[in-house]
């Protein structure tokens, strides 16, 4: 985007068509104690070359992945990304805004966009995904108000798992709306689900569960979904898309919603975003979910094109029949999840998904045999574990960083009374010797405190 500023001759111009001789009685109303009466105080301007190098100076203030061994996860993760993903939308026919305003102008924009519904669909199980959300925390948020508006009820609960950060913009998204938000009866960190006939559904919106959680623990999806099957509320599954290529999906266990993050295909850490978040649902919803719905039809000639099918957002219907007030979906973000996708195939992400597990696994042995070290949880993970330390998790991250490793995840930051854990991930990039050297530096810095 580029700012042209418009000349002294078109600035009068446009003055005398509204009917006023002077730029100061177009702001006469505004109280002159709110007015600034002298010049900003700025530096004097730099060359182009002058700006550049202090872009370069602060940019080297902070540290790459590329230089460091990553462990980092809690939502982000640092998956391999094929070179042919940036090379392929970064061609003319595919290069977009990240975002399209006016995607119907568009047969390239809205082919990619039907590409990345069907795969959604494929992974999750799921009848129909919409063009995709801003992310995988605000997706969970527009589920849990379709359910609000589609049951009519005020309850909503919440596996211990759901990520806290999730669960924050669930509550500031249905902030004012006068509901309740329970957390599900669980043990040993995940959902337990004999418990759940004696929780009353029927007079809840929704039950949205994490799996894997976000401490990395895999739920019984399956088992929840079939005493959810027989109750009011929604069943809404927030899934890790990468372990879908061998865990039970959204579908199969009969969720009425899937969502989550793609961020894990095709898009880089990026410092946190943009990030993309993926929404799926039952057929019967499909009028109901967020944003854009993109088909495939045939003109009248018998060619293949797709058309916008359904915009359920204030922009599009009456403001009162909005589902959403979602502007539009993340498109270059969703065509790289959708080219990584293709070129990896059902065999590569299921091999990438295995590598993480057994990876994670290896690590979470080697290090909870070392003194002073455990697992928070005993039940089955996926590539993502909580650790405990034996000293503060923020010294200790410190000082692996010292070892150019990104340690973990310090749990403190989200629960007080977690200061000596932190949340290890592993993906399919780090080696048996990436692995080994963590277990070393651990051992070394346990030998100095």
């Not at 070129?343 to 690590?363: P, R």
Request: a negative charge; aromatic letters at 8%; hydrophobic letters at 40%.
């Amino acid at each position: 985007m580029s700012y042209v500023s418009g000349s002294e001759s078109e600035r009068k111009e446009m003055l005398n068509d509204i009917g006023i001789s002077d730029f100061s009685e177009l702001i006469s109303e505004i109280p002159k104690k709110y007015l600034l009466n002298k010049p900003l105080n700025l530096p004097p301007g730099k060359s182009e070359y002058e700006v550049v190098e202090y872009m370069k100076k602060l940019a080297d203030i902070n540290k790459s992945c590329a230089g460091l061994l990553c462990f980092l996860g809690g939502g982000a993760y640092d998956h391999y990304i094929p070179a042919a993903v940036d090379t392929i939308i970064s061609r003319s026919e595919f290069l977009t805004a990240y975002t399209p305003y006016q995607a119907e102008v568009s047969q390239g924009t809205l082919q990619g966009i039907y590409e990345f519904q069907s795969l959604v669909c494929r992974l999750t199980g799921m009848d129909v995904a919409n063009a995709s959300m801003y992310d995988g925390a605000s997706a969970a948020a527009e589920a849990v108000l379709l359910a609000l508006t589609h049951t009519g009820n005020d309850r909503v609960f919440l596996s211990s798992g759901v990520h806290p950060s999730y669960r924050e913009v669930i509550e500031t998204y249905s902030s004012g709306m006068n509901i309740t938000m329970d957390t599900l009866p669980g043990r040993d960190g995940r959902v337990d689900a004999h418990k759940l006939d004696s929780v009353d559904l029927d007079s809840a919106a929704c039950v949205v569960v994490q799996s894997p959680g976000f401490f990395g623990l895999i739920e019984d999806i399956k088992r929840i979904g079939s005493v959810l099957e027989r109750k009011k509320a929604l069943f809404i599954v927030i899934a890790n898309p990468v372990s879908l290529a061998f865990l039970t999906s959204p579908g199969e266990a009969r969720a009425d919603l899937a969502v989550g993050d793609m961020q894990v295909f095709g898009n880089s850490l990026n410092f946190g975003g943009p990030y993309i978040g993926y929404f799926a649902a039952n057929e019967k919803y499909v009028r109901k979910i967020p944003g854009r719905l993109v088909a495939r039809t045939k003109d009248v000639d018998g060619n293949a094109g797709y058309v916008l099918t359904l915009q359920t957002r204030e922009q599009h219907i009456r403001r009162d029949k909005a589902t959403s007030n979602i502007c539009t979906n993340q498109a270059l973000c969703a065509l790289a999840a959708a080219v990584h996708l293709s070129l990896m195939g059902e065999k590569g992400i299921k091999d990438a998904a295995e590598q993480s597990v057994k990876k994670a696994h290896y690590l979470a042995e080697k290090l909870k045999g070392l003194e002073g070290f455990s697992l928070v949880y005993d039940g089955r993970f996926f590539n993502e574990f909580a650790l405990r330390v034996p000293f503060d998790a923020d010294e200790f991250v410190a000082l692996m960083e010292e070892e150019n490793i990104l340690a973990g995840v310090p749990l403190g930051k989200f629960y007080p009374d977690r200061k000596d854990q932190i949340l290890v991930a592993v993906t399919e990039k780090r080696s048996k010797g990436d692995l080994d050297y963590y277990v070393e530096k651990v051992s070394r810095i346990i030998k100095t405190k």
